[in-house]
C-alpha cells in the first residue's frame, strides 16, 4: 500500500486494548474525531467487526455530509480501520488505527489514504468546504490523538 496522505503517531499510557475498544466503539470515535460526528450501522449490523458496514455522519462547521464505510481491519488491540465510500459507492479514503505494545502502553498510529479520483475531489471539497484535504487530514488526525490519549489515560 502507498504511503498515507496524512499521518499522526502517539504514546499512550493506557493497554493496547483499552485503546482498541476506545477505537473501535464508533460512537467514542466520533466524540474524539474532528469531522465524523456518529453512525448508524447498516445491513443488520450492530458492532465492529470485519464486513461490517456503517453510514458515517460528518460535520465542519455549519457543512453537513454523511459517507458509507465498511470495516476491513479489526484486530483487537492492534488494527482498526476502514474504507470510506461516497454517492454510489466512489472510494473516498481509508482509516486506519494501528496500536503496537510499549512497556508503559502502547502507541497509537493513525493514517489515512487519499482514494478519491481527481474529478470527485472539486465537488466532494465543495460540500465538506475543505480544498486542501491532506493538510486538514493531518490537522484532524493530531486533534483526535490528543483526545485519544486524554480519554485512554483518564480511564487506566
Not at 478519491?116 to 493538510?135: H, I, N, Y
Amino acid at each position: 500500500m502507498a504511503e498515507p496522505n496524512a499521518k499522526g503517531r502517539i504514546e499512550v499510557n493506557a493497554s493496547p486494548q483499552r485503546v482498541y475498544e476506545l477505537l473501535s466503539d464508533l460512537g467514542v470515535l466520533a466524540e474524539l474525531a474532528e469531522e465524523y460526528s456518529g453512525h448508524r450501522w447498516l445491513d443488520g449490523a450492530d458492532k465492529a467487526v470485519v464486513g461490517a458496514r456503517f453510514r458515517g455522519s460528518n460535520r465542519r462547521g455549519f457543512r453537513r455530509w454523511s459517507t458509507t464505510s465498511e470495516i476491513t481491519d479489526a484486530w483487537a488491540g492492534r488494527r482498526f480501520a476502514f474504507e470510506v465510500t461516497s454517492v454510489a459507492g466512489l472510494p473516498v479514503s481509508r482509516w486506519q488505527y494501528d496500536i503496537t505494545a510499549t512497556e508503559t502502553g502502547c502507541v497509537v498510529t493513525e493514517s489515512t489514504w487519499e482514494r478519491r479520483p481527481g474529478w470527485l475531489k472539486l465537488p466532494t471539497s465543495a460540500v465538506t468546504g475543505v480544498f486542501q484535504r491532506d493538510e486538514q487530514n493531518q490537522r484532524n488526525i493530531e486533534a483526535t490523538l490528543r483526545r485519544l490519549k486524554t480519554r485512554a489515560e483518564a480511564s487506566h
